[in-house]
């Protein structure tokens, strides 16, 4: 499968050692990382969630949590593109000098080293500040609605967070995992990283028409032009392939 991942995902590599270890140091760096905000939004989630099933309408509190799951989805899709992707001039301005210095480096250092475990998911501190005020704002209205809606957020987005994990460093034989992993590798390529925001569904990016060509889509499907489902060769991703092979060479 030619799909351009190689110049992305090859440019950077550890001074010493194989990369399979290098890969595996950074795997627990990248779940160090996540373990602190897992914990925290779990809780936070689990309380909230027992909260509205206990209320005198669960079922509605159930609905709130579950709309959570999409509203997630379309923040996650907007943050990527507009912000991670976003540019930010620095200027003499308070704010704008903080965005070009907080945000700008954050995202473009987890493309130039994909594999870096220090910027493959985000921290606790992340969007505490935020969350800290959507929290008690969301108490304004019964536990069962806007409480459950963010509790079903902020979960999702603790899920997010763990595939954007597995998609770098994780294997599995799941049919549609293995599509998500494809996809997302391809966004790390020069070809792919206009498009291709969704992480967790592609969805997002049929809807605001930023999908990757049809011919890329092609390639990154495991269907033949009959429609039937043909299982890859390769046994692990191409990307790490790459990488590996790379590396040997040096």
Same mark, same amino acid.
């Given at each position: 499968?030619?799909?351009?991942?190689?110049?992305?995902?090859?440019?950077y590599?550890?001074?010493?050692g194989?990369?399979?270890?290098?890969?595996?140091?950074?795997?627990?760096?990248?779940?160090r990382?996540?373990?602190?905000?897992?914990?925290?939004?779990?809780?936070?989630?689990?309380?909230?969630?027992?909260?509205?099933?206990?209320?005198?309408?669960?079922?509605?509190?159930?609905?709130?949590?579950?709309?959570g799951?999409?509203?997630w989805?379309?923040?996650?899709?907007?943050?990527?593109?507009?912000?991670?992707?976003?540019?930010f001039?620095?200027?003499?301005?308070?704010?704008?000098? #903080? =965005? /070009?210095?907080?945000?700008d480096?954050?995202h473009?250092?987890? %493309?130039?080293?994909p594999?870096?475990?220090? !910027?493959? @998911?985000?921290?606790?501190?992340?969007?505490?500040?935020?969350?800290?005020?959507?929290?008690?704002?969301s108490?304004?209205?019964p536990?069962?609605?806007?409480?459950?809606?963010?509790?079903?957020v902020?979960?999702?987005y603790?899920?997010?967070?763990?595939i954007?994990? #597995? =998609? /770098?460093?994780?294997?599995s034989?799941?049919?549609?995992?293995? %599509?998500?992993?494809?996809?997302?590798?391809y !966004?790390? @390529?020069p070809?792919?990283?206009?498009n291709?925001?969704?992480?967790t569904?592609?969805?997002?990016?049929?809807?605001?028409?930023?999908?990757?060509?049809?011919?890329?889509?092609?390639?990154?499907?495991e269907?033949?032009?009959n429609?039937?489902y043909?299982?890859?060769k390769?046994?692990r991703?191409?990307?790490?392939?790459?990488?590996?092979?790379?590396?040997?060479?040096?």
């Amino acid at each position: 499968m030619s799909t351009g991942l190689a110049p992305a995902l090859t440019g950077y590599r550890p001074m010493e050692g194989s990369f399979e270890a290098y890969k595996r140091e950074q795997s627990r760096i990248a779940r160090r990382r996540l373990y602190p905000l897992t914990v925290f939004y779990t809780t936070y989630a689990l309380i909230i969630t027992l909260l509205g099933l206990r209320s005198a309408h669960p079922w509605i509190g159930l609905v709130f949590y579950l709309a959570g799951i999409p509203v997630w989805s379309l923040v996650e899709y907007l943050f990527h593109r507009y912000v991670l992707h976003g540019r930010f001039p620095s200027s003499k301005g308070i704010i704008r000098r #903080f =965005l /070009h210095e907080r945000l700008d480096p954050l995202h473009r250092e987890h %493309h130039e080293r994909p594999f870096d475990g220090w !910027h493959i @998911s985000g921290e606790l501190k992340d969007i505490l500040p935020l969350f800290f005020l959507a929290a008690p704002f969301s108490f304004l209205f019964p536990v069962h609605t806007l409480p459950a809606l963010l509790a079903g957020v902020v979960q999702s987005y603790v899920g997010e967070e763990w595939i954007h994990y #597995f =998609l /770098h460093f994780g294997k599995s034989r799941n049919r549609y995992f293995r %599509h998500l992993k494809r996809y997302h590798l391809y !966004h790390h @390529s020069p070809r792919g990283m206009e498009n291709g925001y969704g992480i967790t569904s592609g969805f997002w990016d049929l809807v605001f028409r930023t999908q990757y060509p049809k011919p890329v889509r092609n390639s990154l499907s495991e269907r033949d032009r009959n429609g039937i489902y043909v299982r890859k060769k390769m046994t692990r991703s191409e990307a790490s392939k790459l990488l590996h092979d790379r590396f040997k060479k040096r």
